[in-house]
């Protein structure tokens, strides 16, 4: 029985992760650390809270001698590291608690993990996951990520974000720690907190609310269906290269505005008004600072190397994530209205 240490589980990818370790991998202790910030939802866990292979602990990677108290009491293996600021317009408010969180949390678990592994590396793994946004943007008219290029990040995420890769691998070169880094591409889904475009515009239309498109919504982005990435990570951290980058993409490239059209379509229909009539609240509004042209990857390493393709389609992936915002109106009130922290906050008092 291996112990696999999940930070960030109770956000929006971390928590589709850890249910798919709990459910298909009875042969992995899964510990998830969270803190629990506004992105943190434990509702996204309900249905595997009970499951013997799981334990929630609420304590901050910033914390480095609970980080090490975890290392110890649970005899960590392995650890996927999700848990991050992961909104570039709050990192342009608010650049510090990006480069708290990503880099230095980042460097309390790396090294935690180095003084805990010290005497046996054989068999761990510290797998951290990351963003194509490391890699910066491309032209409108072609080219692709791939695991060569050049670090030039824009945002002061995707900075924080490129210095948490950067010690990383450090530490790989360095001390000799075993470790992987993927790469990956805008993700959607359920549970997606309501912050980021596509859960973001899907309640607007539902609530007849303006739709803040940036700039002239020409940006283009590549689409990947959160369980598709889960599905990736899964197969990177069981059979990755030691050392190794991946990236992962869904090669679903869309502008903005196309994208948009496309919500207010299905969500009209779903909702039985006219197909397009919701057009009218689309709002062009100033640009975003540094706004990232284009994003695209190529993920053949991944493809070829461990044979991982995406299984969703866009048109089905979307047309069941809008499904399951529509099904779920509670999951959505409690989160915009901050009642889960409450909630959470009342069940796991702390930090
Ligand atoms: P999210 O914002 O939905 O969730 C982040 C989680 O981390 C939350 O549960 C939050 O409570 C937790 N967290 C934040 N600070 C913490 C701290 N100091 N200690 C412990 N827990 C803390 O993020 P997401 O969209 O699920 O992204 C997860 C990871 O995947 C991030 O590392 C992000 O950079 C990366 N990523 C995201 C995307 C995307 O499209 N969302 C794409 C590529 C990579
Ligand atoms: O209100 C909006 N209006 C708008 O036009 C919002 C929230 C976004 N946008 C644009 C900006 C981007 O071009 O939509 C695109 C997608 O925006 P976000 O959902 O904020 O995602 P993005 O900035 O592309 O970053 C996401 O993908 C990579 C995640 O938030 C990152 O965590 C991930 O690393």
């Given at each position: 029985m291996k112990n696999i240490l999940i930070t960030g589980g109770a956000g929006f990818i971390g928590s589709h992760v850890v249910r798919r370790f709990v459910n298909i991998h009875p042969e992995y202790n899964i510990i998830n650390l969270d803190?629990?910030?506004?992105?943190?939802?434990l509702a996204n866990l309900k249905d595997i809270e009970d499951k013997p292979n799981y334990t929630f602990i609420k304590a901050d990677i910033c914390d480095f001698d609970t980080v090490c108290q975890v290392f110890g009491q649970h005899a960590i293996d392995g650890v996927i590291h999700l848990a991050a600021e992961s909104h570039v317009d709050r990192s342009i408010s608010n650049p510090f608690s990006f480069a708290r969180t990503n880099i230095m949390g980042t460097l309390s678990l790396l090294q935690a993990a180095r003084q805990y592994w010290a005497d046996d590396m054989n068999g761990k793994m510290f797998y951290h996951i990351s963003t194509?946004?490391?890699y910066g943007d491309l032209p409108l008219s072609g080219g692709y990520f791939t695991e060569e290029t050049t670090y030039r990040p824009h945002s002061p995420y995707s900075a924080s974000k490129a210095g948490s890769d950067h010690f990383v691998r450090a530490f790989h070169t360095t001390y000799g720690l075993p470790i992987i880094i993927s790469n990956c591409s805008n993700n959607y889904g359920?549970?997606?907190?309501?912050?980021?475009?596509i859960p973001l515009f899907i309640n607007n239309i539902c609530q007849n609310k303006p739709l803040p498109v940036y700039g002239r919504g020409e940006n283009v982005r590549d689409w990947l269906y959160v369980e598709d990435h889960a599905a990736a990570i899964d197969l990177i951290f069981r059979q990755g290269k030691v050392g190794s980058t991946y990236n992962i993409g869904g090669n679903n490239e869309r502008s903005n505005i196309e994208l948009v059209k496309l919500l207010i379509q299905i969500v009209d229909r779903l909702l039985g008004?006219?197909?397009?009539?919701?057009?009218?609240?689309i709002t062009y509004v100033t640009d975003r600072?540094?706004?990232?042209l284009r994003y695209a990857i190529d993920s053949s390493k991944l493809r070829d190397e461990l044979g991982w393709q995406a299984t969703h389609s866009f048109e089905e992936g979307i047309e069941k994530t809008i499904r399951w915002y529509l099904n779920n109106p509670d999951w959505m009130a409690h989160v915009t209205s901050g009642e889960y922290l409450n909630y959470y906050n009342k069940q796991y008092p702390g930090s």
């Open positions: 803190v629990l910030t506004y992105a943190g939802n194509d946004e490391v359920p549970c997606q907190f309501p912050e980021k475009l008004r006219p197909e397009g009539s919701s057009e009218h609240l600072p540094g706004h990232d």
